[in-house]
T-cell receptor, first 113, second 110 residues
Framework: DAKTTQPNSMESNEEEPVHLPCNHSTISGTDYIHWYRQLPSQGPEYVIHGLTSNVNNRMASLAIAEDRKSSTLILHRATLRDAAVYYCIQNSYSGGGADGLTFGKGTHLIIQP | EPEVTQTPSHQVTQMGQEVILRCVPISNHLYFYWYRQILGQKVEFLVSFYNNEISEKSEIFDDQFSVERPDGSNFTLKIRSTKLEDSAMYFC????????FGPGTRLTVL
């Protein structure tokens, strides 16, 4: 079972920032936080991952709480193309590891024009 | 940008038939995976493959399933005798710094 908890759905307006929360209260010191998203009828797409420090890339930012029990994926300026299911995954290897990723139900992000 | 590719995009088969789903992982990746997603449900891990052998498999990956890397570029998933409940999207993935997924094969078992 997934070790993370996320809201089932969130709604935001186009061109506004979106903050997607995730709780991972059982995280251990070697667990990374990964975020993937799945657009309709597509495979999961890597978004970002981190261990302790906040991370930025061209797609998003990841803010990790100091106690590492929660994190927030930040989309700085949402577009309609960002409408997807967003998965927060806790895993012990930076790239996913040989043991694969455990997906939960994720957060269904709805973007209003 | 390198990507994982999968063929076919859609496979329809009769119950009890064998199917082979094909994947071409990203060329310099060393870990390969198969996942499945039944319509409306979660993405589920099936199997991971490294150094020409299975690293880990889930309880879904029973004796009906097998994986192979036949020629150094392709990575296949074989289902020997398909059941109705095998109908799903099957995603191949490969891992370098991050895990990248293919677009999936939709398997429909009639």
């Amino acid at each position: 079972d997934a070790k993370t908890t996320q809201p089932n759905s969130m709604e935001s307006n186009e061109e506004e920032p979106v903050h997607l929360p995730c709780n991972h209260s059982t995280i251990s010191g070697t667990d990374y936080i990964h975020w993937y998203r799945q657009l309709p009828s597509q495979g999961p797409e890597y978004v970002i991952h981190g261990l302790t420090s906040n991370v930025n890339n061209r797609m998003a930012s990841l803010a990790i709480a100091e106690d590492r029990k929660s994190s927030t994926l930040i989309l700085h300026r949402a577009t309609l193309r960002d409408a997807a299911v967003y998965y927060c995954i806790q895993n012990s290897y930076s790239g996913g590891g040989a043991d694969g990723l455990t997906f939960g139900k994720g957060t269904h992000l709805i973007i209003q024009p | 940008e390198p990507e994982v590719t999968q063929t076919p995009s859609h496979q329809v088969t009769q119950m009890g038939q064998e199917v082979i789903l094909r994947c071409v992982p990203i060329s310099n990746h060393l870990y390969f995976y198969w996942y499945r997603q039944i319509l409306g449900q979660k993405v589920e891990f099936l199997v991971s493959f490294y150094n020409n052998e299975i690293s880990e498999k889930s309880e879904i990956f029973d004796d009906q399933f097998s994986v192979e890397r036949p020629d150094g570029s392709n990575f296949t998933l074989k289902i020997r005798s398909t059941k109705l409940e095998d109908s799903a999207m099957y995603f191949c993935a490969s891992r370098g710094q991050s895990t990248f997924f293919g677009p999936g094969t939709r398997l429909t078992v009639l």
